[in-house]
């Protein structure tokens, strides 16, 4: 069976192989495919592999050897799953991989925010603790995050993680899911409307899909009701945030920071409002990216495509 991988690069960029995937048949791997290039290379394919490459749906009609889609993440809207039903392919996912490594690049972001840790290694290595008169000093406060309140949009399984996490170092934790159902044994946890947890949280952290009703929901509006010492955390989709609405909010002192890994046009334009708004950090989308991270959605993939040769697709989302 002819299996093809249309961006492959940042899942194994040399040190993830694709070994298990390979033993299952004629494998072809492309780093990164152009719009432009879709058809060729995947003109043969009876399964394709894809992560942000797209798969249209007409694409997927010129495609007539074609039986089988893995997505290489748990998003799925980069493929017509609609589409890829009608003509009888089953797609997959890879619902759980992330969980451990997206919260914990979360804390990292919000550490960075109470702590400015980059900030006082600069100074140290830039000779300013040597001159000083001082035994310590600190160019910004520093916030202890014991006692206050963390926000979590969307308590899905990263967003549980985060509120444990968070409980963790002394937290109360706030919560929005559309299902508020199984809350958690700590305490204290209380689940809010959006606007309720924007206005009373000290961090707002958003874990929820991107679908067509939340797109943009983080505006001006919403900002506004934050505490102007909050801070602000999306680590799940860029298009739920209107980012210029966040770098004015950042810029006037109305919230006091904010920290993004994921952006609305990806990889992030030269001049996004983030990237000069004050108090901003901005990663390159690697929450989900830890080896081991990617180890485990190697592992799934190869599962996924195990199962469908076998009769008995798993983690079909069509």
Request: proline share 6%; charged share 20%; hydrophobic share 45%.
């Amino acid at each position: 069976m002819r299996i093809v991988v249309l961006d492959g690069s940042v899942l194994n960029p040399g040190d993830n192989p694709w070994d298990e995937v390979a033993e299952l048949g004629k494998l072809t791997v492309y780093d990164r495919t152009p719009d432009d290039e879709i058809l060729a290379r995947a003109r043969d394919a009876e399964i394709i592999l894809t992560n942000k490459t797209p798969l249209s749906a007409e694409t997927l009609g010129q495609l007539p050897k074609l039986r089988f889609i893995s997505v290489l993440a748990t998003g799925h809207n980069i493929v017509d799953v609609e589409a890829a039903r009608q003509h009888n392919i089953p797609v997959s996912n890879v619902p759980v991989y992330s969980t451990n490594s997206v919260a914990q690049h979360v804390f990292a972001l919000l550490l960075e925010l109470c702590l400015h840790v980059a900030l006082h290694d600069q100074a140290v290595k830039a000779g300013e603790w040597s001159s000083s008169m001082d035994f310590a000093f600190w160019k910004t406060p520093l916030i202890e995050l014991e006692g206050r309140r963390m926000g979590i949009v969307g308590f899905g399984r990263i967003g549980r993680r985060v509120g444990e996490l968070a409980h963790a170092f002394g937290m109360d934790v706030l919560a929005n899911d559309i299902r508020e159902v199984d809350p958690p044994d700590y305490e204290p946890f209380a689940w809010r409307t959006i606007p309720d947890l924007f206005a009373e949280a000290d961090v707002v952290s958003l874990h929820c899909p991107r679908t067509a009703a939340n797109a943009g929901m983080v505006n001006s509006e919403l900002l506004s009701r934050m505490k102007p010492d909050a801070f602000f955390i999306n680590a799940a989709r860029g298009g739920l945030v209107v980012e210029q609405d966040l770098a004015d909010a950042l810029n006037d002192g109305r919230i006091a920071g904010a920290a993004a890994d994921v952006v609305v046009s990806e990889p992030i334009p030269a001049d996004s409002a983030l990237l000069t708004a004050k108090n901003c950090i901005v990663t390159p989308h690697i929450a989900w990216a830890s080896l081991a991270a990617r180890q485990r959605l190697m592992k799934t993939t190869a599962d996924n495509v195990a199962a469908f040769i076998a009769g008995s697709p798993m983690n079909v989302v069509n």
